[in-house]
C-alpha cells in the first residue's frame, strides 16, 4: 500500500521560498511517475510539477523557472524546491503517485500532470504567501 506524507508547507513573504518534501512508502513499481499538485481556495487543483522514474521532468508555466521538482531514490522522498515565492502560490500542496507497466515516456508524463489521474494522493501541506 502506498502511503505519501508531505511536509515543508508554511507561511513565508513574497519573494521567499520553501521547499517541500514528501515522503513515500509502499512504492515497489519500476517505472512510476511522481508530481505535486497545489489547490487554492475557491480554485481547481492545478498540476504543478512531474518527475518519472527515468529522472525527466516537466513544469506547469506558473512555476516554471521558479521551482525543481527532484527525488531521492535512497530516502524514497519526492521534494519540490520554490523560489521567489508570490501570493498566487498560496494553496494547499499534494504529492501525488502512479505506477507504470511501461517506461515513462513524454505524452503520458505530460497527460497526468494535467488529468490529474493519480492513484495515491497524499494528505497536503498549506502553502501561504503574503504580499
Known amino acids: 500500500q502506498v502511503q505519501l506524507l508531505e511536509s515543508g508547507g508554511g507561511s513565508v513573504q513574497a519573494g521567499g521560498s520553501l521547499r517541500l518534501t514528501c515522503a513515500a512508502s509502499?512504492?515497489?513499481?519500476?517505472?512510476?511517475?511522481m508530481a505535486w499538485y497545489r489547490q487554492a481556495p475557491g480554485k481547481e487543483r492545478e498540476g504543478v510539477a512531474i518527475?518519472?522514474?527515468?529522472?525527466?521532468?516537466f513544469y506547469a508555466d506558473s512555476v516554471k523557472g521558479r521551482s525543481t521538482i527532484s527525488r531521492d531514490n535512497a530516502e524514497n522522498t519526492l521534494s519540490l524546491e520554490m523560489n521567489n515565492l508570490k501570493p498566487e502560490d498560496t494553496g494547499m500542496y499534494y504529492c501525488?503517485?502512479?505506477?507504470?507497466?511501461?517506461?515513462?515516456?513524454?505524452?503520458?508524463?505530460?497527460?497526468?500532470?494535467?488529468?490529474?489521474?493519480?492513484?495515491?494522493w497524499g494528505q497536503g501541506t498549506q502553502v501561504t504567501v503574503s504580499s
Open positions: 501525488a503517485v502512479d505506477s507504470s507497466a511501461t517506461p515513462p515516456d513524454t505524452r503520458r508524463r505530460y497527460s497526468l500532470l494535467y488529468k490529474g489521474d493519480f492513484a495515491h
Open positions: 509502499g512504492l515497489t513499481s519500476r517505472y512510476y511517475y
Open positions: 518527475i518519472d522514474s527515468g529522472g525527466a521532468t
